[in-house]
């Protein structure tokens, strides 16, 4: 479906939905001018907005803009009580309201800037990651080495149906116990999960300003883990982590259970 398909989609949805409004206002009956605002900004506007941020890039094409302003002009007609006569430029005036083109286009250049937005800080924070002349210095606290003495952290995902969890348990050097478990984002590949079980686990131990040994019983992950360029987000703060633990004397290792 293309925008001006999409467009007339809109105007049909609105063109059933404004004789229900009409319906409850009247011209000397029924809701008053906040109600019916009220209406159309809470209902009206949000249904002819979605998906704004994709097609809105086409708002101001002629054809698009015609079925918007179509679709909009009834509720304009309702708010204000003007003369049916009225241009519907004239009525966006009255009534305080964007004209849906507009607003979509607007939107359209939120998503934008969002999504440039977040590229920069993505660049940001890989200016900060690990270096690659000492990245063999992470990988050999992946998946070998000795256990610290500072605790183990054991993790494991878990899966029922769509349904997917991750658990931690801290086994502390004192023989203290603690246990955590988050809730993920439904239909989450275990292995994703895992890895993010093992992300939060470094991060737990780096606020506690202590190290130690996370257990985990999903090898592939270990592998990933040990790429000399990790792919992912996640893997790269990992190593990140693990390497301002080193530099700090509260070392962190990896390795596989069993």
Not at 33 to 43: H, L, Q, T
Not at 119 to 136: A, F
Not at 141 to 159: N, Y
Request: charged share 30%; net charge positive.
């Amino acid at each position: 479906m293309n925008c001006i398909e999409h467009a007339k989609e809109v105007r049909k949805k609105l063109t059933g939905l404004v004789r229900n409004t009409m319906l409850m206002a009247g011209k000397r009956w029924g809701f008053g001018e906040d109600m019916r605002r009220a209406i159309y900004e809470g209902v009206v506007a949000p249904i002819a907005m979605y998906g704004a941020g994709i097609w809105g890039k086409r708002a101001q094409d002629t054809r698009v803009r015609r079925q918007l302003a179509a679709a909009q002009r009834p509720f304009l007609l309702t708010i204000t009580r003007a003369f049916r006569t009225t241009p519907t430029v004239a009525l966006t005036v009255l009534a305080g309201i964007v004209p849906l083109a507009h607003q979509a286009e607007m939107e359209y250049k939120k998503r934008r800037h969002l999504k440039r937005d977040c590229c920069k800080d993505r660049e940001m924070d890989r200016s900060k990651w690990v270096h690659t002349g000492v990245r063999h210095k992470v990988l050999d606290q992946i998946g070998s080495g000795e256990e610290t003495t500072e605790g183990v952290m054991q993790v494991d995902a878990s899966r029922r149906e769509d349904r997917v969890g991750i658990g931690i348990v801290w086994h502390g050097e004192e023989g203290d116990k603690e246990r955590w478990e988050y809730r993920m984002k439904d239909g989450t590949p275990i292995d994703v999960a895992e890895e993010a079980a093992i992300w939060l686990a470094c991060r737990k131990l780096q606020e506690t300003e202590c190290g130690g040994t996370i257990v985990t019983d999903v090898e592939g992950v270990l592998q990933r883990l040990r790429r000399f360029e990790p792919k992912g987000r996640i893997a790269e703060e990992v190593h990140q982590i693990i390497w301002e633990q080193m530099n700090r004397g509260h070392p962190i290792r990896i390795r596989e259970l069993g």
